[in-house]
């Protein structure tokens, strides 16, 4: 099959049959996991599409129309209106290009995401989201997708990611805040993880950058109980604090409403910037100083890289595929 011109030659049925030493039917057969075939002979040609980076027409299995792009968006949990806000975004583009999107949530759980993109392999033309284990075994479940990952860098030839920089935002935060007067800064950071985030990287970076020690952590479920429960167990060890940077808009609220319960006056005594630009952030009392990321531009982006790479055209650089986060002050700080 001679090349388009427009990108690179397409992977056919042919190409993992030679590949694999066994005739079409077979490379069909073993594709459409059936009976007929031995163990060994399915393993070779999955092997070989594998390696070839086939992905078989949806179409020819009567799946879809085929003129109909499926996306699978993969999302953790979509209880964080963050994640909703990016969600309805994509969903938003690919419906503009007529396409037909299912949205997962995984639960922010390893094995939920595996057992997802074992499901929607085989129902979809790409993969866009939130995916948090290895990319080889991504790879392996994803079987010749075009992959777009979010908040995260990728290898694969045949992966792609959007990656979020909010160094500049945070640091601006924590300049205004010193420029306010304020020295004993605190952050409320992820308990999910076992190491610090990059989000903390970026705080510790900017404290240093003016002339500050690393401020006083907790950690936080990301929820607005967990929000309320760190700030409480910050300001236990360290009442001296006078102005808090959250891990995101989530915990941040629930700061908001910690303060208030312990007689703090806000901001006079606490200043809260929290991370995201949630939409929700504007409407809590006192409204939410944030360092905002753009989420309709986020999903916007990640489809359209999904559409270069679907069609073979050159994919944007990495330059091109991040969003950057800036700080929006409001009356928390």
């Given at each position: 099959m001679a090349s388009s011109g427009t990108g690179p030659r397409k992977v056919t049925i042919d190409d993992v049959a030679r590949t694999a030493g066994v005739s079409r039917q077979t490379v069909s057969r073993a594709l459409n996991d059936k009976d007929e075939i031995g163990v060994a002979t399915k393993q070779r040609v999955l092997d070989?599409?594998?390696?070839?980076?086939?992905?078989?027409?949806?179409?020819?299995?009567?799946?879809?129309?085929?003129?109909?792009?499926?996306?699978g968006l993969v999302i953790p949990d979509l209880l964080n209106p963050?994640?909703?806000?990016?969600?309805?975004?994509?969903?938003?583009?690919?419906r503009a290009r007529g396409w037909h999107v299912v949205v997962y949530d995984t639960g922010d759980r390893i094995e939920e995401e595996r057992g997802t993109l074992e499901v929607i392999a085989s129902q979809v033309d790409a993969v866009v989201g939130y995916l948090s284990q290895p990319e080889d075994e991504i790879a392996q479940l994803t079987r010749g997708l075009p992959v777009v990952l979010i908040d995260r860098e990728h290898r694969a030839e045949r992966f792609s990611s959007i990656k979020i920089d909010g160094e500049e935002g945070v640091h601006a935060a924590i300049s205004y805040l010193v420029e306010s007067g304020h020295r004993r800064i605190g952050m409320l950071d992820h308990a999910g993880r076992?190491?610090?985030?990059?989000?903390?990287?970026?705080?510790?970076?900017?404290?240093?950058?003016?002339?500050?020690?690393?401020?006083?952590?907790?950690?936080?479920?990301?929820?607005?109980?967990g929000g309320e429960n760190a700030l409480k167990e910050l300001?236990?060890?360290?009442?001296?604090?006078?102005?808090?940077?959250?891990?995101?808009?989530?915990?941040?609220?629930?700061?908001?409403?910690?303060?208030?319960?312990?007689?703090?006056?806000?901001?006079q005594d606490l200043a809260v910037i929290g991370f995201d630009g949630l939409r929700l952030g504007a409407l809590v009392e006192p409204p939410l100083s944030?360092?905002?990321?753009?989420?309709?531009?986020?999903?916007?982006?990640?489809v359209e890289q999904a559409a270069l790479l679907l069609t073979g055209?050159?994919?944007?650089?990495?330059?091109?595929l991040v969003v950057r986060a800036e700080l929006r002050l409001r009356e928390s700080a």
């Open positions: 070989a599409a594998l390696a070839l980076g086939y992905r078989p027409s949806r179409f020819a299995r009567g799946l879809v129309r085929q003129d109909t792009i499926s996306v963050f994640f909703t806000e990016v969600a309805a975004a994509a969903l938003d583009a690919a076992s190491e610090p985030s990059i989000r903390h990287d970026w705080f510790t970076g900017a404290m240093s950058a003016c002339g500050l020690d690393a401020g006083s952590v907790s950690r936080a479920e990301q929820s607005v109980e300001l236990a060890g360290h009442p001296d604090v006078t102005a808090v940077f959250t891990f995101n808009d989530i915990i941040a609220i629930g700061a908001l409403r910690a303060a208030r319960r312990l007689g703090r006056q806000l901001p944030t360092v905002a990321l753009d989420t309709r531009g986020l999903g916007a982006l990640a055209s050159r994919p944007l650089s990495r330059d091109e």
